[in-house]
């Protein structure tokens, strides 16, 4: 690995120096800081010349993530980087991925086409909001899923009588992955509707959960509007413990006290974006490995396959 150089941005210091231990190499060093008017400032602390480099960056809020991440890669190609790789547990303005209203931007395509512009050779991403994002980059990309994670830790907790539940129809491909790797769990889908962009509500679940535990899945929680109001739809329709699971865990606003005050026994999230503020409810499980073990895999040129499941 004489070649490989990782780097990084503020967004998500614990992430980087556990990727670094898997990897057993130092973080390469970097100045990412801001001029007195607010700009961001960076500068790469050694030569990139001819190396193998990764930017390992989340592009969750503030924008100051997404900005950094561009500048590092501007920088790494400027100074004569042989291969820049974006590595992006969490893809940013993913959630509004197409055209389905008037007037709306493609928000997903125009961050892949700035980040294509920077000078990125290839993206490594993890549970991206929708699969389609892969086809924004017309350079190659590599989607892990958080999955094998999720399914070793509650493997191990030993649930009887479980359901997976998908908390909204688009997420129901997602479920039906877990629930097939779980041991082909029965899936339950909950019919939800947003008539505004931080408002969610039930019209009906899909399946049977009576007397069930259950394990809801879902990529991100924002406002935590999605996942109490299901936890609450499924309680009434007389499930008995319910877990979550979201990878991303961007908790805006009040989500955090949502979750206390939920009938959520446990919530599960990855380490993607750091957690604000720790809650009795929440567990982080951590994908520094699986990380680690792709971008070990992309710099020796072997096989990533066996990590997407
Ligand atoms: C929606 O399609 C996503 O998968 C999440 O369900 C959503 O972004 C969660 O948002 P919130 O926590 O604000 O309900």
């Known amino acids: 690995m004489s070649d490989l150089r990782i780097f990084t941005g503020n967004s998500n210091p614990e992430l980087i120096k556990k990727i670094c231990k898997y990897l057993s190499i130092p973080l390469s060093s970097s100045t990412v800081g801001k001029f007195a008017d607010g700009e961001i400032e960076v500068k790469l602390g050694e030569s990139v ?24 890669i501007d920088a790494s190609r400027r100074a004569s980087a042989r291969r820049i790789t974006a590595v992006i547990p969490y893809f940013g303005y993913s959630r509004q991925d197409k055209k389905d209203e008037p007037r709306v931007p493609i928000s997903s395509k125009l961050i892949a086409n700035l980040i294509s512009t ?28 958080s999955t094998p994670v999720l399914v070793e830790h509650f493997k191990k907790m030993k649930i009887k009588n479980l359901v997976i539940v998908s908390p909204d129809v688009g997420g129901a491909k997602r479920a039906e992955a877990i629930a097939r790797r779980m ?88 380490n993607t974006i750091p957690l604000k503020k720790s809650s009795k409810k929440i567990e982080i499980l951590s994908v520094s490995e699986l990380l680690g073990e792709a971008i070990s895999r992309i710099h020796e040129e072997t096989s990533v396959t066996s990590l997407f499941v």
């Open 183 to 270: 041991g082909n769990l029965p899936l339950t889908i909950i019919n939800k509707r947003r008539p505004a962009p931080d408002k969610t509500y039930i019209t009906n679940v899909v399946g049977d959960v009576k007397n069930k535990n259950v394990l809801i899945v879902d990529d991100i929680i924002s406002t935590g509007g999605t996942i109490v109001n299901a936890a609450a739809s499924l309680k009434r329709e007389g499930a008995k413990d319910i877990y979550c699971y979201c990878t991303h865990p961007l908790l805006a606003k009040d989500a955090l006290q949502k979750i206390e005050n939920s009938k959520l026994k446990k919530l599960l999230v990855a």
């Open 118 to 145: 920077a000078g990125a050779n290839r993206i490594l991403a993890m549970d991206l909001h929708a699969g389609q994002i892969q086809g924004f980059f017309d350079i190659p990309v590599d989607h892990l899923y």
């Open 49 to 72: 010349r001819g190396m193998d480099v990764f930017i390992v960056q989340s592009t969750n809020p503030p924008l100051e993530n997404l900005f950094e991440l561009l500048l590092m």
